[in-house]
Structure formats: C-alpha cells, structure tokens
C-alpha cells in the first residue's frame, strides 16, 4: 500500500474519471494489429503539449492515451492504481513513490537546468534571504517529498538553517495559487507553470534550483504490470525515443514551443516564454552518474526525516527501454 501520499491523492474513482477524460492520441498515431495502447501520465499538460507541437508521434505503431494530473503524487496514485503506464515528475516526487511502496521502475532520466523551481516570497514579506526564512511558514506545492521541498531542505541547509527552522504547510499547486494571489501565503515553494505565474502575481524569486541547488534530473517511470507486457515494453521504447526527440524540438523552437502552451493551456505568453525555457531540454539514459547524483537527493531527504524508508536509486532503475 502507497503510503504519505495518499492522503494528498485522488480516490480511485476520481482517477479513473480523470484518466478516461484524458486526450487520445490515435487521430495522429497509426494502428498495429496488435492495437498496443499506452496510457501515458502527464502533469499539467507538459508532455502533450510538447508532443503535439513537435508531432513526434507520427508514425509511431500504437495508440497514445493521456492521463492528466495536477502533481504528481496523484499520478503515482494512478499508476499504483492501474490507471496510468507510466509517471513524469522531478527526482524526489518519484523517490517518495518508491519509498511509498509504488509499483514502478525508473526508466529514462530527463535533464533541465533547475529553474524550473523555486521559492516564490510576496514583495514586503520581509524575507530578503534564505536566512529570513527562520520561524517563518513556507507553503510546499504539492505534496510532502516534491522538488519544492527538496529545494527548500538544500537551501536551508547550505545558509546554516535546520529544516525544523521554518513551519511546513503542503497544499496542492491550484489551492496554494489562489492563496498567494489573495496574499493569505507569503512563501511558496513551487514549480513550473505554477511558479511563472506567482511570479506574474506579483511574486519575487527569492532562490531558484539553478547551480546544483537541485539536482536537474526528473524521471520517467513505467509501472511494473506495464513493463511485463512485452507489447507495451517495445512502444514505451520508442515511446522514449520520440519524446527525447520532442524535446530536442523544445530546446531549438522556444518561440513554437511557447505558442503551443498558451494554445494548449491557455497561458499568459510571457508565462508561457518563461516555461519554454525552463523546460527539460533531454531524454537521457539512466546512467551511474544520474543514480549518484539523485542519491544524493534521497540521502539528504532521508536525513530529515521526508524520505522514510531511504531510496537505492540504482535498483529503482530499469535501464534496458533506454541505452
């Protein structure tokens, strides 16, 4: 049984709801005889957005069906559930998974340079530096074990604070959102979209991931039922290999790739302009260098007491869909 996170899930209806109400893919997919078909989960839209706009699947022997979520705990709740194939989220999302007891096997590593998360402070706050976090409530999106907090727990740590220092609150990205807009949150630690747009808000970026703060990494999981399917191995092998391509795209079409999300999700362009280019620009295989590095990560929150049990990221890792 999952547990920590299920108290900030869906219940397995809902899921289910969600994931049939997800985008299918097959108008821009060929069939096989086999009719293989991958439900692939995503969070805010991320992947099918770049998918659609670099038309990376075209060709490709199988169906597409997306499960869509607004973090990713509930997306492991899913793939716990059967309800998705696979799992998208930043290194310690997927670690706190593991640790919960999650079904599923790292395989393939997605590589950006940290901006993507940050903490977000409301200008007259107060807090001008890491260090005038102390005895101050820091709002974590989404979930406890988030790339959020992990960001948080480094910085504390390398400006001399404890974590016990600043009062934790967790609070799913869309609630913690229109609190900091309202001005009822004075601190949040976030990501992505979600980031961009407290920026937007009025927000002030006190310390992002870049330079090491967060290990860069993410990492695409494929559930253990759908790993044992040899059909769905095969296309979540491809399946790999079109979205490292997708993201290539990305890296070299940011003007493009910010047109389709505020397309697709209906962004303010200059949030868009700001998620473009914070996006995972790789599709990497996970490597010993990758391990070590995320086991860093694991250690760290392990220490504090966020990651119980500990994580062996090498064993986590099915390295044979990626060479």
């Known amino acids: 049984m999952i547990r920590r996170i299920a108290a900030a899930t869906l219940s397995l209806t809902a899921l289910l709801a969600l994931t049939g109400c997800g985008a299918d893919s097959s108008a821009d997919t060929a069939k096989s005889q086999d009719d293989v078909t991958l439900t692939i989960g995503d969070q805010a839209k991320t992947l099918q957005t770049i998918i659609a706009a670099s038309g990376a699947l075209k060709g490709a022997e199988y169906r597409v069906k997306w499960a869509e979520f607004e973090g990713a705990a509930p997306l492991y709740q899913a793939v716990q559930a059967g309800a998705a194939d696979t799992a998208y989220s930043a290194d310690l999302p ?69 974590y016990s220092d600043v009062k934790v609150q967790y609070l799913l990205p869309t609630d913690a959102q229109a609190a900091f807009s309202s001005g009822k949150i004075q601190v949040w630690a976030t990501f992505g979209v979600y980031q961009a747009v407290g920026l937007q808000q009025g927000g002030k970026l006190l310390v992002d991931g870049a330079d090491g703060r967060v290990s860069g990494y993410g990492f695409l999981g494929a559930s253990d039922k759908a790993l044992a399917d040899s059909a769905k191995r095969t296309a979540l092998s491809d399946f790999l290999k079109r979205l490292g391509t997708a993201l290539t795209w990305t890296s070299t079409h940011k003007d493009a790739y910010a047109a389709a999300i505020v397309q697709r ?24 260098e990758v391990n070590g590095t995320v086991q860093d990560v694991a250690d760290l929150m392990h220490g504090i007491g966020v990651l119980d049990p500990n994580v062996d990221v090498a064993r986590s890792a099915d390295t044979s869909l990626l060479k």
């Open 265 to 288: 999700n209906g962004a303010d362009p200059a949030v868009a302009k700001t998620l473009a280019s914070a996006a995972y620009s790789k599709v990497l295989p996970i490597t010993s």
């Open 94 to 162: 997927a670690l706190q998974a593991l640790s919960g007891g999650v079904g599923f096997k790292t395989v393939a590593a997605l590589q950006n340079d940290g901006r993507h998360v940050g903490i977000v402070v409301r200008k007259g706050s107060g807090v001008n530096s890491v260090k005038d976090l102390k005895g101050k409530k820091v709002v974590v999106s989404s979930a406890k074990g988030s790339i959020s907090e992990y960001l948080l727990a480094n910085v504390l740590q390398q400006n001399g604070l404890k």
